[in-house]
């Protein structure tokens, strides 16, 4: 009757490892994904704010441009054409430089995503591994009690 109670506790024990290790891999699936919704959300906010501000100096640029471009028509309409150009590059420039930032940061915030939901999914597995190698010790020793005691109870 106590090999029968012990072999209950260990199937109790083992259904509550594998019950704890699941639960510990929900979790850290959660936490996962809630970082990478996060890190999307600061990566794609920096996009905006990079974009807005490169539009803005980009109209900056033109604004300028063009009030030096009404200056110096009355000078000289070579000069001119030449700083209308010079804006012209400049803006493509900005906006150049505002989109490839607003591409790194996304980049580095997809790369940042991946990395803790990788790191939780091998975790998960690992608890899960260690749980069921915890059952199935417990399942053979179970299994070598109740061998021991059909043993003993044919001997009688």
């Known amino acids: 009757m106590h090999l029968q109670s012990t072999w209950c506790q260990a199937a109790a024990s083992?259904?509550?490892?594998?019950?704890?290790?699941?639960?510990?891999?929900?979790?850290?699936?959660?936490?996962?994904?809630?970082?990478?919704?996060?890190?999307?959300?600061?990566?794609?906010?920096?996009?905006?704010?990079?974009?807005?501000?490169?539009?803005?100096?980009?109209?900056?640029?033109?604004?300028?441009?063009?009030?030096?471009?009404?200056?110096?028509?009355?000078?000289?309409?070579?000069?001119?054409?030449?700083?209308v150009s010079e804006a012209a590059a400049s803006a493509v420039n900005l906006v150049s430089e505002a989109a490839a930032s607003a591409v790194n940061l996304v980049s580095e915030a997809a790369a940042s995503a991946v990395n803790p939901v990788s790191e939780a999914a091998a975790s998960a597995v690992n608890l899960v591994s260690e749980a069921a190698a915890s059952a199935v010790n417990l399942v053979s020793e179970a299994a070598e009690v109740t061998k021991t005691l059909k043993y003993w109870k044919r001997k009688d």
């Open 14 to 83: 083992a259904v509550n490892l594998v019950s704890e290790a699941a639960a510990s891999a929900v979790n850290l699936v959660s936490e996962a994904d809630a970082s990478a919704v996060n890190l999307v959300s600061e990566a794609a906010a920096s996009a905006v704010n990079l974009v807005s501000e490169a539009g803005a100096s980009a109209v900056n640029l033109v604004s300028e441009a063009a009030a030096s471009t009404v200056n110096l028509v009355s000078e000289a309409a070579a000069s001119a054409v030449h700083l």
